[in-house]
């Protein structure tokens, strides 16, 4: 007996225990599938988001109700800020035709309304709402730049190069629509993002533990309510402004190419028709349903008024709920309608050309900024005459890299298949592309709003590749942060030159013109 115990215990000697080595293959598994973790130090990473978060806003509210025309609106505020009044007015809805300006959905003029209703019809009133909006994009921009690189350092620079973006600093200063559109778009890119680490954590347990590839298609993958949230942002986007319906077919094509490779890497044996079957109708109608739902939700003031701008386009022949919806929804189509046409027929005739006018062409590194305000009679620099202006202008160190970053993220995409720049590139086009569709209509620089964090995302991307892994060695890694170190200053210093023409702040006319860079800006 003693000697089949003593042969027993040699042969399980002799073969060790197979659980270690399963362990082992499901982490490789989960690991490939998953990707790379989001870094550890979870504390310090929001420390680092809140400090950046309070700084921005310090930054963006200083002084906010500087300058105004005589106590009124400057330049395009001159639209949106009294048509907000109006829905404070009138509660939630604008009602006098006479403006023929009332071209845009009511979001962006509602939240504008909510920081009148605080402070009152001033400066700080119609700013406020645009100057919150503004900071949370510094928040949503290190969180964004953190999960990109799973770098808290990057994410905290990446925050430093939003704040001293010159579009983003007065943007978020003027009472108009471009901030809003920009904040929404920003924070549904996030959503995606984080979509994408979800799905690919959840297919990483499936893959793990063996019940992937159980049908050909791969696993459904349950309620992913990142993408709804993402859906219901970008219809709030598009209650902003409609450009925003160019970010729900790019962040559309993006989650399926995301939903495609998570598929492949999880071993699922027909990704591709995996990918049709479960994610597309899904996909569809969180980004189109759930985002219409949410469009249309943007509308409640004007469905409940009775003399919202052509509310009763569509007369009703009774009142049961299914005359009542249909003269809703008709009057609000045709409404759409007419601004539609608006905007299509809102071309540049060659002897009415706007002076700050400019094509998609120039807008990546901004060639023709804008001049919002200008008083040349002023006092305070020191000299009997004084200039006060603010010039929408991206800081030059950042969008004189514009070109460059979008070769590189391209190049990144096409032949790295690095799904990183992909995002960022394809969300940065976004904003872009659609608009050389008619080169005849008028444009102008501020369109560019939403573009700017995609733009510090990329240029961020670029940055990492010069900092390097820590596999790469000391005396590298040094060099790297060195390198990083100095374009994040020169960035800043580039932003404190031109602080007083985006703030409007008492200058000297020598000052004035040194500002002025480029011909073009002239």
């Known amino acids: 007996m003693s000697v089949l115990v003593a042969e027993d215990e040699a042969s399980r000697a002799a073969s060790p225990d197979p659980a270690p080595r399963q362990a082992d293959a499901a982490d490789d598994i989960h690991a490939r599938v998953a990707g790379k973790p989001m870094p550890a130090d979870r504390l310090r990473g929001w420390l680092v988001t809140a400090f950046l978060g309070v700084l921005g806003g310090i930054i963006r509210f200083q002084n906010l109700g ?12 001159k639209h949106y800020v009294p048509q907000a009044w109006q829905m404070l007015r009138n509660g939630g809805f604008e009602d006098n035709p006479g403006f023929e300006l009332t071209v845009h959905p009511p979001l962006g003029k509602t939240l504008i309304a909510a920081g009148q209703w605080l402070f009152g019809y001033d400066g ?13 994009m510094i928040v949503l921009v290190v969180r964004i730049a953190r999960r990109l690189t799973r770098s808290t350092l990057l994410g905290a620079v990446a925050g430093v190069l939003l704040i001293a973006d010159g579009v983003s600093h007065l943007q978020s200063r003027m009472g108009m629509l471009d901030i809003f559109l920009a904040a929404f778009v920003l924070a549904a890119f996030a959503c995606v993002l984080c979509d994408r680490d979800q799905v690919r954590a959840r297919l990483a347990v499936a893959a793990a533990e063996g019940w992937a590839d159980e049908s050909p298609h791969g696993p459904r993958l349950g309620v992913r309510w990142w993408r709804l949230a993402a859906g219901v942002l970008l219809g709030l986007a598009c209650g902003v402004k409609w450009s925003g319906l160019y970010y729900i077919a790019a962040f559309g094509i993006l989650t399926v190419a995301f939903d495609l490779t998570a598929r492949r890497a999880a071993g699922v044996r027909h990704p591709w028709a995996g990918t049709m079957l479960r994610d597309v109708l899904p996909g569809l109608w969180a980004f189109v349903g759930v985002g ?8 409640y003031g004007w469905f409940g008024s009775e003399t919202g701008v052509d509310r009763h386009l569509v007369a009703t022949t009774g009142g049961s709920p299914v005359e009542v919806i249909k003269g809703a929804v008709g009057s609000l189509f045709n409404y759409s309608e007419n601004v539609l046409r608006f905007h299509s027929e ?10 700050w006018e400019s094509k998609p062409w120039t807008w990546p590194m901004g060639l023709r900024p804008m001049l919002y305000y200008y008083e040349g009679s002023t006092t305070g620099c020191g000299e009997t005459k004084c200039v006060s202006a603010t010039m929408l202008v991206g800081t030059p160190a950042l969008w004189w890299l514009s070109l460059p970053m979008l070769g590189w993220g391209l190049w ?32 102008y620089f501020f369109y560019v709003t939403p573009m700017a964090a995609f733009l510090v995302l990329g240029i961020t991307l670029a940055l990492g590749h010069l900092l390097g892994h820590p596999g ?13 170190a100095l374009y994040t200053g020169l960035v800043v210093a580039n932003f404190v030159w031109l602080w007083p023409i985006l703030n409007g702040d008492s200058i000297t006319e020598s000052r004035w013109q040194a500002e002025l860079w480029l011909p073009s800006w002239r």
Do not use: C, S
């Open 412 to 443: 990144r995409m096409i032949a790295r298949l690095d799904w990183r720049y992909a995002a960022v590139v394809v969300a940065y086009l976004a904003g872009l592309l659609p608009w050389f569709l008619n080169l005849d209509r008028q444009m």
């Open 66 to 77: 500087f300058p105004t025309d005589n106590g009124t609106p400057v330049f395009d505020e």
């Open 292 to 299: 219409l739902l949410a469009y249309l939700g943007t509308w």
């Open 124 to 136: 700080w009133g119609w700013r406020f709402t645009a100057a919150l909006a503004g900071t949370l």
């Open 472 to 484: 790469q060695g000391q005396e590298r890694r040094r060099t790297g942060l060195l390198v990083l």
């Open 346 to 355: 809102l071309v540049t005739k060659p002897d009415q050309q706007h002076p």
